[in-house]
């Protein structure tokens, strides 16, 4: 849902809401069916509740401004995961290059290749909608 000529408004969207939710959000990107944001949250606040936050309140800009048709909403789940301060330079690349780097493997099969070499343990039927 997240076509190339309004993905700009969509992460305008997740920074306010960031912002209003106290959160730095310092880059977001991806493609048509997920997004990748760097995010400094308050040390008082949840991954939970980051998630919803920012979820709830950047659909709600979305749908009010309605830049897609139809009715926007987020998937139920998310993937967090801590990053280093010196690593924040190789995610900001990461992040900003999202659609070349899809050219060679999609979202799904990075992600599965991501949690295998951490040896996150995961159930795959439960990873896609």
Request: no cysteine.
């Amino acid at each position: 849902m997240i076509r190339p000529e309004i993905e700009e408004r969509v992460w305008a969207f997740i920074a306010e809401t960031g912002k209003r939710h106290g959160m730095n959000v310092i880059k977001t990107g991806g493609t048509e069916n997920h997004v990748h944001a760097l995010i400094d949250i308050p040390k008082t606040m949840s991954v939970s509740e980051t998630m919803k936050g920012l979820k709830g309140g950047s659909s709600n800009g979305i749908n009010k401004a309605e830049i897609i048709n139809g009715h926007f909403g987020w998937q139920d789940g998310y993937g967090a995961f801590t990053v280093r301060a010196s690593s924040a330079g190789d995610v900001l690349d990461y992040i900003t290059n999202q659609r070349e780097h899809h050219r060679t493997m999609t979202f799904e099969e990075e992600y599965v290749k991501f949690l295998k070499r951490h040896e996150v343990e995961f159930d795959e039927k439960y990873l896609w909608d």
